[in-house]
């Protein structure tokens, strides 16, 4: 199964772009990117998918490598609001057609004032 | 608020014992997923259903399972309870299963405490 590995931790100042990696160098070729948050103890938030065009919504850009081995997720103008637990998920398809998520560890985003 | 619902809130319970968690979808969607997160382990899925069949199946044990009803609700059974159960369970929405209806609305979570 496809693995994600992110840093643990990460700083950024406030209005700085937060640039978040992440490594998923054994997907697969149909397999697609997924990035969500957690603040606190909440239900995780959606923020942004692809599978291997960069994209862009209005809360951040996903920029896929061309090999597929890794992601980026882009908040452009970080606020203290994105203090936060981003998580990298690939969802990985099997051959009974079924598929399930896997999760990494996360990053824990700290936007500094 | 996503519009997912979490019933109860807060459960505790004694271990070897059965609890069910329910989970009411947004309304009109057709998927609903169920998570555990536990302080180390992180977010774990566990099983995806998609309008009363199972989809996707993540490392949920055996002595946990779940299911989807007609009216799209879904619960979760755990049973023969441990202590390393104790966890929050969230369950999420989307409208469909692939990747283009698939995004996820979670609920607040039920937190599952087994002494």
């Known amino acids: 199964d496809a693995k994600t590995t992110q840093p643990p931790s990460m700083d950024c100042a406030e209005g700085r772009a937060a640039n978040l990696p992440c490594n998923h160098s054994?997907?697969?070729?149909?397999?697609?990117v997924y990035w969500y948050r957690q603040i606190h103890s909440q239900g995780p938030q959606y923020i942004i998918h692809g599978l291997k065009n960069n994209e862009t919504n209005e809360m951040a850009s996903l920029i896929i490598t061309e090999d597929r081995k890794s992601s980026t997720l882009i908040l452009p103008h970080a606020t203290l609001r994105d203090t936060a637990v981003y998580y990298c998920i690939v969802r990985v398809g099997r051959a009974s057609g079924t598929y399930k998520y896997i999760f990494g560890t996360g990053t824990r985003l700290k936007v500094l004032a | 608020d996503s519009g997912v619902t979490q019933t109860p809130k807060h459960l505790i319970t004694a271990t070897g014992q059965r609890v069910t968690l329910r989970c009411s979808p947004r309304s009109g969607d057709l998927s609903v997923y169920w998570y555990q997160q536990s302080l180390d382990q992180g977010l774990q899925f566990l099983i995806q259903?998609?309008?009363?069949?199972?989809?996707a199946k993540g490392n949920i044990l055996e002595r946990f399972s779940a299911q989807q009803f007609p009216d799209l609700h879904s619960e979760l059974n755990l049973s023969s309870l441990e202590l390393g159960d104790s966890a929050l369970y969230f369950c999420?929405?989307?409208?469909?299963?692939?990747?283009?209806?698939?995004?996820?609305?979670f609920g607040p979570g039920t937190r599952l405490t087994v002494l």
């Open positions: 054994t997907i697969s070729g149909n397999e697609y």
């Open positions: 259903y998609y309008n009363g069949e199972e989809r």
């Open positions: 999420a929405s989307s409208v469909g299963d692939s990747p283009s209806t698939d995004t996820q609305y």
